[in-house]
């Protein structure tokens, strides 16, 4: 499973120039075939943290009632602020806790499962990022928390800094995107509350470098990205120490190549370079994020009564999570959506 996805992924470099004037029927076409792709890569489940309109649910639905080929959806609703992480130049989005409010219902009422803020600056925010800031306030991260908690709906919230995350986690925030700089007092607590923590290790990890280079990333944002690294991986190390509930996220197309393997594949690995046993960077993907999404009675592990999501392997990955570089078989819900070691029929055969 991938936990941080955005399969209208729009980011600085050729994507965001050549895909300028995408329409939303442009969109949600490309956003099908990520789907597809990322399911014959091997990932059954995907939380969508984000996605331009309401194409997210519309893709989710698709796939769902089987019109289209593509991992379970999970969708995450943004609500942004402006001036804020994936806000546009020259344009007004919600400030204050009643715009907050109003627009994480009118999130909710289109059918998001999840709703998403950004409360710090991003390695993609124009300027200088403001990752380190705390850009939204807390009474406006409460207002949407709240609101959303009163229908059941959990809450994540796009962060770098420890001030703004701590914010949110006094207010009852349910998982931490990123986390670039987050320290061991704040870590200690988001483990004692049970928030849990994606670290797309992926966005500043020398692994994932070769997919910012794909996309024609401009320098300053892989200079960026290579300066908040250090400290983005001392945040995982630290958050893996302190027994703090992690899922997998890639922040990345789930198939992207990344250094001989998919960026769902690199990210599990990272974690078990940061201190994780292969095992738990196996559960980070699987019943971890299962849990995460309160959906652990119908996927995450191998059971009677559960979706038979399954992928075959020729070595085992509780020993040596690379294992999952050699995936020879994938099943969603029961289907076989692909089988490397099926033997083709012979022409003349019976």
Partial sequence: MNMHVHFGLKLPGRDRAELAEESTAALTLRMMVNARQSLYAGVTTVRMTGSEGNTGVAVRDAIARGDYEGPRVYTAGGVTMTGGHGSRPGQTYNDGPYEMMKTARMKIREGQDWIKIAISGGVATDGDGGISEALMTPEEMRAV????????IKVAAHSGST?????A???GLDSVEHGYDLDRALLKKMAKQGTWYVPTIMVTHPGGREYFERIGSPPWYLERRESVGKQHWLTLKT?????VKIALGTDQMPFEPNDGTTSTVRE????VEAGM?????LRSATIAPATMLGAQAKIGSLEPGKYADILAVNADPARNISALRKIVMIMKGG??????LAIAPQENGP
């Fill in 239 to 243: 958050a893996i120490e302190e027994n």
């Fill in 169 to 171: 986690v006094d207010a």
């Fill in 277 to 281: 046993t292969p095992l738990q960077a």
């Fill in 163 to 167: 001030p703004a995350t701590n914010a």
């Fill in 335 to 340: 289907t076989v959506y692909r089988n490397d």
């Fill in 268 to 271: 599990a690995e990272a974690y």
């Fill in 145 to 152: 928390i709240d609101a959303s908690h009163r229908f059941g």
